[in-house]
């Protein structure tokens, strides 16, 4: 014990030690921070004194110009003459001919000049000097909380923490379950707090990490399961009774096929997804017309889906800096998203060109039964449906959306979504500014 309390009375000497030190390096660095402001401070009153004298100077020039002659002009000749002193001095002006046009005693006026800056210098040298005497005392004050930073982690970094602490603290991890990692650690001790607070925030992050997860694992085979579940009832039925039902065997081979396609759909995305949460899908990044980009996407809808009436704006030339083919099917999704939930013979309108603040977009708009506000926050959520279209007949995944999502965002863009029920939702898709250099 006495071993102990002798190293603390030593780190703590080393610890005053320091603080004096670093006090002095402080008032070092205000000072020189003073005596920088206090240059720049002269200079501006210098500069802006020049400044001031110039405009009254040629304000005088110019009026007495229109009052004597009528008109002020720079190709007169100017003479400031004076006999004795300066404060009897004469202002004469002649035109090109050297013939005099008038003359003006202006000693008076440059005596009131003179009062009044003197009047203005004497008050700008006071706060020079003020700043320059009281001034390394408010920048120390300024930097207090640096120089306050800049101790703590000196005390830290000298700090001794006895075996028992260290000892304890990895006991604590140890012994930390995973039914207990949502209370956290807990110590009880000022000295590790620190390391607490840094050790409860990584629990916490891997803990929503590990939901997400789990979340992922069990909504990816409860959506595997459905359609695995409908082939498994399918193959029972030929079997039982599709060997000699030609009814039975088409309708169960399509309903196979359909059933093979959604699982098919359903696991390139998720491959897709998992690849990018992985950083392993590669972006093949170019300058592309958003334009005519989005133009083939348009016609290939209308080739597609004759239900719907689709309309083509352009509000502007745009360019945008990406994959052409993950842009194509982020606005693929948006379209397909639009005409699931859009009644048929109903609008769907694809909008391209600058958007408010001069950066390219593109949106989809359609006049389906939109959505609530609080299903707005969770579009993009993966597998999360709506409650007014869980129940629908869609052939959605869930998937898509989530899709679109990460393709904006690994494009530095941005969805502007806009919806109300029974109106219709608009997705508008914004990216950064394309720069030549790009």
Not at 8 to 36: C, P, W, Y
Not at 91 to 96: A, E, G, L, R
Not at 142 to 147: A, I, M, Q, V
Request: glycine content about 8%; aromatic content about 10%; some cysteine.
């Amino acid at each position: 014990m006495n071993k102990e309390r002798q190293e603390e009375h030593v780190q703590e000497k080393k610890l005053r030690k320091n603080s004096h030190s670093d006090m002095g390096r402080v008032t070092s660095i205000a000072r020189k921070i003073n005596f920088a402001q206090v240059g720049q401070l002269f200079c501006a009153y210098v500069g802006m004194d020049v400044f001031i004298l110039g405009v009254l100077v040629v304000i005088a020039v110019i009026g007495m110009d229109q009052q004597f002659v009528g008109e002020a002009s720079f190709r007169y000749f100017r003479e400031l003459s004076f006999r004795t002193d300066i404060w009897n001095s004469v202002y004469k002006v002649f035109d090109t001919n050297g013939i005099l046009l008038y003359q003006l005693p202006v000693g008076q006026w440059l005596r009131l000049l003179a009062d009044g800056g003197v009047i203005v210098v004497t008050i700008q040298a006071l706060d020079v000097v003020m700043l320059a005497c009281k001034g390394t005392k408010q920048v120390r004050k300024k930097l207090r909380p640096l120089n306050q930073i800049a101790a703590k982690a000196q005390e830290l970094s000298v700090l001794a923490f006895n075996e028992t602490k260290y000892h304890n603290l990895e006991n604590a991890i140890t012994n930390l379950s995973t039914d207990e990692i949502d209370q956290g650690i807990h110590m009880h001790d000022k000295e590790l707090q620190g390391i607490e607070t840094a050790l409860n925030g990584l629990l916490e992050r891997i803990r929503a990490s590990y939901k997400q997860q789990v979340r992922f694992v069990s909504d990816a085979s409860h959506e595997l399961r459905t359609p695995i579940a409908v082939i498994q009832g399918y193959v029972n039925m030929l079997d039982r009774w599709g060997k000699e039902d030609t009814a039975i065997l088409t309708e169960s081979i399509e309903a196979i096929q359909n059933e093979a396609n959604h699982m098919q759909r359903l696991v390139e995305q998720l491959l897709f997804l998992a690849r990018g949460d992985s950083n392993r899908q590669i972006l093949d990044k170019k300058i592309y017309e958003l334009n005519a980009m989005m133009r083939e996407v348009y016609e290939e809808s209308l080739m597609i889906d004759e239900k719907h009436y689709y309309r083509f704006e352009e509000l502007g030339k745009a360019q945008v800096y990406g994959d052409c083919d993950l842009l194509k099917q982020s606005a693929r999704i948006l379209i397909d998203n639009a005409s699931k939930y859009t009644k048929e013979g109903e609008e769907i309108v694809i909008r391209t060109g600058i958007w408010k603040d001069g950066s390219p977009f593109y949106e989809v708009q359609d006049n389906g039964i939109g959505m609530m506000a609080e299903d707005v926050t969770h579009v993009f959520d993966r597998f999360y449906r709506a409650d007014a279209v869980r129940g629908s007949k869609t052939g959605g995944t869930g998937l898509g959306l989530s899709i679109a999502k990460w393709i904006v965002d690994n494009h530095q863009g941005y969805y502007d979504i806009v919806s109300r029920e029974g109106l219709g939702t608009r997705f508008s898709v914004v990216f950064p500014k394309v720069y030549e250099n790009e």
